[in-house]
Structure formats: structure tokens, C-alpha cells
T-cell receptor, first 113, second 116 residues
Framework: ETGVTQSPTHLIKTRGQQVTLRCSSQ?????VSWYQQALGQGPQFIFQ???????GRGNFPPRFSGLQFPNYSSELNVNALELDDSALYLC????????????FGPGTRLTVL | GENVEQHPSTLSVQEGDSAVIKCTYS??????FPWYKQELGKGPQLIID?????GEKKDQRIAVTLNKTAKHFSLHITETQPEDSAVYFC???????????????FGAGTILRVKS
């Protein structure tokens, strides 16, 4: 186990709704990255937060937004949900003595109907 | 931007045989190459990684090789066991460019089945 936790485990929403996903990073880690993993594909980078600031963003529209809190936990918010947003959302934390390795949580499975 | 291709997409081996998964990357600035194992219903778990200043790294039954000139790297699993069955992902990153974020670019994955 990596010590990275995510909630909720599963979520079902309808098109047009908004969703908030949560991630608690591993103790001592100050960087959180979010990835979207569609079924049968590799994870795709959404964005990264370092010390509460966005520190890089992938090719995702502005309706994907995030926050990082002083305790380094993080939220991913998605507005105006589309059917294609259905995926496993993964967060990964980095920090401590090894600033390269990203440790992933178990993910949140989002289904948009 | 970086693009990572991974082959094969599926691989079936007999227990005890070796398995090799290959990846190629496009951005010569990439300098960090991790491999992740993902089991059903779980997040990816790091199994081994290699940095561009090293050509090979080994950890028990798992080894990774890197050819910077050809821009490809490979995962080798020896003496495969049924519990090695999972989806394996390679990834590439440029960890020096901190201002762009340490994003990982993943391959599409390889489904490894170890038959007993």
C-alpha cells in the first residue's frame, strides 16, 4: 500500500452535473498529480499541485479544476460532466526523500450517465 | 510533446518463462522511466524505475534496460509466476523541468497472463 487514499471509491453522475473527488497524499509528500484513466488505456496527466499552486497541466479543458490544501490533500473538480468523462481518476503523491517517484492511490471510478 | 508506445498489448507466457515488454519514447529530454503494475480494481504500483544516467537496473526477478540512443526501454521479468498476471505500464518523464510539472506520459499498457 502506498498510503495515498482517495474518496469516494465509486460515483455515478448524470451528464451536466458537477463532481468533486478527493485525495490524501502520503505523509510527508507535498506534490499531488491527477490522472484520468479511460477503460483499457494508460493514465493521462490532468494537472499537478505543488505547495498549493498548480504546477503543470495536461490537455484538459478548464472545466477540470483542482485545489491543494495546506495539509497537501487535494480535490479534483469537474463541471458540466460529459459522457466521455467516465473513467478511473487517479491521484499520485510525490515528495519526501525521493522527489521523482509518484505513488498512486486506488482511484475513484466515475460513471457519467 | 512526449509520446510513449508500448508493445505488445497482450502477452501470454507459461509459468517459469520470461516476459519482455518494450517501450519507445519520442522526447530525447525525458530522463526518468518508471514501470507500473496495475491489478484489477487497484491503482498502479511502481515496480521498478530507471534514470537516464543508468543503462540497466535489476531488482530480483525484474530488470529494466534503457537505450537512450534508440529511445527505447524494456522490462524483463524472469521466472514468471501466476501472481505476475496484471497490466503493466511504462512511462516517461522529464524531471528536470520542474516548472512544467513532473508529469508522467504513459504507454497504453500490456496485459500479461502467466499460465500455470
Amino acid at each position: 500500500e502506498t498510503g495515498v487514499t482517495q474518496s469516494p471509491t465509486h460515483l455515478i453522475k448524470t451528464r451536466g452535473q458537477q463532481v468533486t473527488l478527493r485525495c490524501s497524499s502520503q505523509s510527508g509528500h507535498n506534490t499531488v498529480s491527477w490522472y484520468q484513466q479511460a477503460l483499457g488505456q494508460g493514465p493521462q496527466f490532468i494537472f499537478q499541485y505543488y505547495r498549493e499552486e498548480e504546477n503543470g497541466r495536461g490537455n484538459f479543458p478548464p472545466r477540470f479544476s483542482g485545489l491543494q490544501f495546506p495539509n497537501y490533500s487535494s480535490e479534483l473538480n469537474v463541471n458540466a460532466l460529459e459522457l466521455d468523462d467516465s473513467a478511473l481518476y487517479l491521484c499520485a503523491s510525490t515528495g519526501g526523500q525521493n522527489t521523482d517517484t509518484q505513488y498512486f492511490g486506488p482511484g475513484t471510478r466515475l460513471t457519467v450517465l | 510533446g512526449e509520446n510513449v508506445e508500448q508493445h505488445p498489448s497482450t502477452l501470454s507466457v507459461q509459468e517459469g518463462d520470461s516476459a519482455v515488454i518494450k517501450c519507445t519514447y519520442s522526447d530525447s529530454a525525458s530522463n526518468y522511466f518508471p514501470w507500473y503494475k496495475q491489478e484489477l480494481g487497484k491503482g498502479p504500483q511502481l515496480i521498478i524505475d530507471i534514470r537516464s544516467n543508468v543503462g540497466e537496473k535489476k531488482d530480483q526477478r525484474i530488470a529494466v534496460t534503457l537505450n537512450k540512443t534508440a529511445k527505447h526501454f524494456s522490462l524483463h521479468i524472469t521466472e514468471t509466476q501466476p501472481e505476475d498476471s496484471a497490466v503493466y505500464f511504462c512511462a516517461a518523464s522529464n524531471i528536470r523541468v520542474r516548472e512544467y510539472g513532473n508529469k508522467l506520459v504513459f504507454g497504453a499498457g500490456t496485459i500479461l497472463r502467466v499460465k500455470s
